[in-house]
């Protein structure tokens, strides 16, 4: 089956622009996370979503940016007013479990986004 | 709080050769321990995981990982390297809470 699909790969924007990451997990499962992943480092936890619910969004680094998952499927990654530290990799993954510790996440591509 | 250690930002092997990436994590809880590989331009793929069942964890591509409680070690290891296996590897621990947390990375390269 299709894994998990990110929108756009790669998404140029000027600062003090807004921008707007999709993703879609594969198909039924619960939990969706987001990573942000600065160049040379490992992803770093930004929230979670069990279905529609947002559950942990303290990884979020400031409150330009805003997640949601209306309809507990698709998920929208929203940055207001972006400055050039938001420059990176912005990683979607999801888990058919609720969040349980031993239950691997299915990472997709990610969106490569360059703040000028 | 919990935290990964990888003790080796780059790790360079000739071909055919084993391959070691070391890991060390701190964990309130008894973790579950995850690798998972990241190549170029791309999203990060499961090799294996320990979940407190049998501490000699068998992966994909020939990898297998060692949980050791006593030193906080969960290494990874192949017996051969291949051209393909370069990468980036990252260690990952999970607690009772939902979130991973990801080491720093460990770049593996293979030379012919």
């Known amino acids: 089956g299709a894994g998990v699909s990110q929108s756009p790969r790669y998404k140029v924007a000027k600062r003090g622009q807004d921008v707007a990451l999709r993703c879609d997990p594969i198909?039924?499962?619960?939990?969706l996370f987001w990573y942000q992943q600065a160049l040379g480092q490992g992803p770093e936890f930004l929230t979670y979503?069990?279905?529609?619910?947002?559950?942990?969004k303290s990884g979020l680094p400031s409150d330009r940016f805003f997640a949601e998952r209306p309809e507990g499927s698709v998920s929208t990654l929203k940055i207001q007013r972006t400055q050039q530290e938001d420059s990176a990799v912005y990683l979607c993954?999801?888990?058919?479990?609720?969040?349980?510790?031993?239950?691997?996440?299915?990472f997709g591509d990610g969106t490569r986004l360059s703040i000028l | 709080a919990q935290s990964v250690t990888q003790l080796d930002s780059h790790v360079s092997v000739s071909e055919g050769t084993p391959v070691l990436l070391r890991c060390n994590y701190s964990?309130?809880?008894?973790?579950?321990l995850f690798w998972y590989v990241q190549h170029p331009n791309k999203g990060l793929q499961l090799l294996l995981k320990?979940?407190?069942?049998?501490?000699l964890v068998k992966g994909i591509n020939g990898f297998e990982a060692e949980f050791k409680k006593s030193e906080t070690s969960f290494h990874l290891t192949k017996p051969s390297a291949h051209m393909s296996d370069a990468a980036e590897y990252f260690c990952?621990?999970?607690?009772?809470?939902?979130?991973?947390?990801f080491g720093p990375g460990t770049r593996l390269s293979v030379l012919p």
């Open positions: 198909s039924g499962h619960v939990s």
């Open positions: 993954a999801s888990s058919d479990g609720t969040g349980a510790r031993n239950q691997p996440q299915h």
């Open positions: 964990s309130s809880y008894s973790p579950s």
């Open positions: 990952v621990v999970n607690n009772y809470g939902q979130n991973f947390v």
């Open positions: 979503f069990q279905n529609e619910a947002q559950l942990d």
């Open positions: 320990y979940t407190s069942a049998a501490t």
